[in-house]
């Protein structure tokens, strides 16, 4: 199958100096006055930092290039490329590409749907002020200044931002018969957009480009295992934490994993606290339903047990100040008794850090007497 797409793809394409892709099936045009990504591919482009680029020589020879890339709230993808590479020197003489963005980590029952095909305008940022947005875009992504970077680079090397506007974008799914059987690979489009006029965008949710940082979210996760943690039953689990713990540190809107002043007054025994301090909800929902950690978390049921209340609990908290069992064990009662408010929610109902702000817990004074 994938020997196969391969040769109808050179076959259909001969890669012109125009490089119209204008006659692919179901490829949707992107309204420029759009501006909301859908959450499950926003997952892919923001967990992906590195995007393959197709272009062309003036002979339509087809090249493909890697870059490490960074976007901002119009979707617009931003790069630092020698301006004598290949890819660039292309993208000179032809301003039309053609972008992939592929997850590897996507498990195979969502493998179609693991990678974005983008055709988009590409261009040199001549202006001082643009190049300045692609940088700081780019520092923020590489978690590190750009001087860094250019230091390995050869001095006679001529460097260059560029910046990608999508203008088609669409995904492959699967065509299945009513007994679910496979019937052919389709093309498939992707509803990147929603006009949402002058409110908050998801893909703004996930890059966080509006919160002061008055407040961090708090993700704190209860756990009741099977069995003590030096039971064999409990083996699997630790020996993958650190590693874990290690990739949630180096993911984007991580802040820390703090332990609470009054470590194991209320969580102690076989229930297991688990806390972490991001910048958005989107951040910890990549992280979170992801990589290694979604395959942990379908496993999780080997080693802890189900319970009838909620085992966690998302809340916004001071980003000065660090949580106690107390206040997670009242986020999680209010959680079970309420459902998801702005003082206590989840990730299928969340809350913006303002909503937090101005939110006044039902019977306040009562609550925290009582729990």
């Not at 049921?301 to 609990?313: D, L, M, T």
Request: hydrophobic share 35%; with cysteine; aromatic share 12%.
């Amino acid at each position: 199958m994938y020997l196969y797409k391969i040769i109808s793809t050179q076959n259909r394409f001969k890669f012109p100096v125009s490089m119209d892709f204008s006659g692919l099936p179901h490829i949707v045009r992107v309204p420029k006055v759009m501006k909301i990504i859908e959450i499950k591919y926003a997952k892919i482009i923001n967990n992906v930092v590195y995007m393959t680029i197709a272009s062309a020589t003036k002979e339509g020879k087809p090249w493909n290039s890697p870059v490490f890339t960074a976007f901002d709230e119009e979707l617009s993808f931003f790069w630092l490329s020698n301006k004598n590479s290949q890819h660039s020197k292309n993208i000179q003489e032809n301003s039309s590409i053609f972008i992939t963005i592929y997850d590897s980590n996507t498990p195979d029952d969502d493998a179609n749907e693991s990678c974005i095909y983008i055709e988009a305008t590409a261009e040199l940022l001549e202006l001082s002020s643009e190049a300045m947005h692609a940088r700081k875009l780019i520092e923020k992504r590489m978690g590190a200044k750009m001087e860094d970077r250019e230091s390995g680079h050869p001095k006679n090397m001529e460097m260059g931002f560029y910046k990608a506007t999508p203008q088609n974008i669409w995904t492959n799914d699967t065509l299945k018969n009513e007994q679910g059987k496979y019937i052919k690979d389709i093309r498939k489009e992707v509803k990147l957009f929603q006009d949402v006029g002058t409110g908050p965008s998801e893909l703004l949710k996930l890059i966080d480009t509006t919160n002061k940082r008055r407040y961090h979210l708090v993700h704190a996760n209860i756990a009741l295992a099977r069995a003590p943690l030096d039971n064999k039953i409990m083996r699997d689990f630790l020996a993958q934490v650190e590693e874990i713990d290690f990739k949630a540190s180096l993911s984007p809107g991580f802040v820390s994993q703090p332990t609470p002043s009054d470590i194991g007054k209320i969580y102690n025994g076989d229930f297991l606290l688990n806390m972490s301090i991001w910048k958005t909800v989107g951040s910890l929902d990549v992280f979170t339903h992801s990589g290694h950690h979604a395959k942990a978390l379908k496993n999780r049921f080997k080693w802890f047990k189900k319970q009838n209340k909620p085992n966690y609990v998302l809340f916004w908290f001071p980003e000065n100040e660090t949580p106690t069992e107390l206040e997670v064990s009242r986020r999680i009662k209010y959680l079970a008794t309420y459902g998801p408010k702005a003082y206590a929610f989840n990730f299928q109902n969340h809350f913006t850090y303002d909503e937090a702000e101005e939110f006044r817990p039902i019977s306040s004074q009562y609550e925290r007497s009582r729990l």
